[in-house]
């Protein structure tokens, strides 16, 4: 069928060719191809990221109207104590939670890329199934482990004569029950990316190293990084945009307000908690702004860093 | 025609459908009004689980001739999902339940619902408590905004086993007797704690909302004027949950938390400071633990915590068959049924005195007569001013609470530090 409509398109060329130039079409065409992308993202991206500028220089509680203060906002923000703690808040988290997945995502990839292991396709699924589970109910399993005094891990740690730890209560308890959560769900996901970048390095690289005598460690160090090397960058930004968003995952382990000593605060669920506890969206529009600086700022810092590595190829 | 080549064709087509699949999903959910095929009138209503309302509803709808179409979301989500529809001017219900906080938010903007008092609500003002009635009207009386559903008095759950084992009277008249102001009730605390080891209350910031509440005046005076530095009751709820937590009486979970649900069933704690609509929370949440708890008053009066009210945003196209649904739905009778079967207390004194709610027993808590106990709490309940930002304030000082409860600050500076914070967001 496609062929026929193409032959009589191709007839019908000499008779529109009089109103428009091929040229002019293709254009045209070329435009129209692409725009549903662009009416999408203009509806649901430029335009949320323009109002929000707009809102952010107002005071409005959505409901009532807006009042103009210019960039008193923003000001406020920058002396906001509980601002900056959000902000380290959601770094410490980001790190205690990235380094070591990416660390073990790459172990993981090693081993199921290995010939020896049986039952792969076993131990691949598994590895991503806590990637397809509801964040809700990962951050409810997970508060009960934390739990002061019935959970599971104060139980085992019991075991070492180490007293109940209250995960909640304190900061680097939550973030570390916070970061377990994120490490849980994400490991899986960054194995298989690192899983597909091993399988295409070329295996003669491996044999030629056995042959020389280089133990497995020495060729995980000097042949599977250097070669993945494009994958891991690229899980790292995905994990730095992630990380600079997390939001279910501490707002179910310490609540929207993010505990007492704001310890679960992250920036995202500041955000949420002026938007929709205290009604404040101006507020909550100039955190979204700032957040949406430093992911802009961190990006161009992952660029700068990639463009470098790639060149020092 | 045949000009028109296929593949542009297609190629408009296709764009057009996308952008209307873009904008479709807006259209499609359009909530409000209606009327469905065979000519009825579709009301969508927004609840929350664990209302209890749902079957009423629809017994109303099947004699009404009217079709609903009831819509459930998270108790968080509703309330946000009903702020954000509204400021959009589209996606509204014809009705949806708010709790009072919500409603001390909505009253700042009456305009976005319908005026209950322009649909004939004068008639039904006298079946409610006065207080209640007018929490949803705006300040200057002219504007309500929603029919008041149940209120939240409150009580005092007690462990039998725990006093029991602490050589302490069990009989529910007893320990109202035993425990008639806070004081007392620290010293019963301190005996149990001596004789079993356990903690008298649940969460010391529990014991701060209810006593904050007894007082006659909370967070703002009735000029609008914050006095959370001044008010003696609120520094008086601070100094008693400190005192608690001081004296080890405070168990450490966080209200809400599954610790919590299981040291309810265990007994980890003798008291729980409870409002009507905990009861259902506690039956579901502690099974295990039916009757091993008690109900009795609270020592020095009660306080009311939560309750809720059905609205009918401005976006409803009909808002006199919404009405009649939700005058139906909170009248003393339906309240009643409301209550037999899920424990959310009427907001309707009427009824209070009636037999079905004075003879009211239940199996959980020892087959105590929670009707007239929590008639009788109802009774004590003062009105109280909440004003916008209570839940603000409520929190901050309920982190300030924990903060000590935990070890991380001492009561002075947590106190400091809540001020400064409140000072803070109030000048934002």
Known sequence: MSAKVELKSRQDLGVTKKTLKQTTRDHISGYLYISPFFILFGIFGVFPIIFTAYISFHKWNILGAKEFIG?????????DPIFWKAL???????????LPQLFMALIFAFILNQAFLKGREFFRLAVFLPNITSVVAVA????AIFGQQYGILNYLLSFFGIDPINW???????????????????????????????QSIPKDLYEAAT??????????????IPMIRPMIIFTVILSTIGGMQIFAEPLMFSGAGGGAIKQGLTMTLYLYEE??????????????????????????????????????? | MKKFRFHKMLLILMSALLLFAAVGCSGSKESSGGTSKDGKVKLTIWLWPGMGIEDQIKEYAA?????????????????????????????APDISAVEVKGIDKMKGSPEHFHNLLDLGADEVAGDYLDWKWRQSMTPDGKHLLGLPTDIGPQAMAYRIDLFEEAGLPTDREEVAKLIQTWDDYIKVGEQIKAKTGKAMIDSPGGLYSVVEGQGSEKYFDKDGNVIVKDNPQIKKAYELANTLIEKGLASPFNQWSPEWGTGMTNGDFATLLAPAWMMGFMMSNAPDAAGKWDITLLPEGSG??????????????HPEEAYKLIKWLTSPEQQLVTFQKNGNFPSTPGIFDSEDIQNFTSEYFNNAPVGKIYAEAATQVKEIIEGPESIQIEGIIGDAITRVRDGQANKEDSWKTAMEQLDRELSR
């Open chain 2, 304 to 317: 009311n915590w939560g309750g809720s009210f059905m609205t009918i945003p401005k976006e409803s196209k």
């Open chain 1, 88 to 98: 380290g808040n959601t770094f410490s988290i980001w790190i205690i939670s990235t």
């Open chain 1, 275 to 313: 938007a929709f506890t205290r009604n404040s969206f101006g507020y909550a529009s100039a955190i979204a702004w700032v957040l949406f600086l430093i992911i802009v700022g961190f990006s161009l810092i992952n660029l700068f860093i990639t463009k470098r590595i790639k060149s020092a190829e």
């Open chain 1, 71 to 79: 960039f008193k906002n923003y000001q406020m923000l920058f002396t």
């Open chain 1, 211 to 224: 042959i020389d005598g280089a133990s497995k460690a020495q060729q995980f160090f000097h042949i599977t």
């Open chain 2, 63 to 91: 004699e009404n001739n009217i079709e609903v179409d009831i819509q459930l979301a998270e108790f968080g989500d509703v309330h946000n999902n009903l702020t954000t529809a509204l400021a959009a001017g589209s996606g």
């Open chain 1, 140 to 143: 409810i399993i997970f508060g």
């Open chain 1, 168 to 198: 909640r209560a304190s900061v680097i308890g939550t973030h570390v029950s916070i970061a377990a959560m994120v490490m849980w769900r994400w490991t899986g996901y960054n194995t298989i990316i690192y899983l597909a970048a091993l």
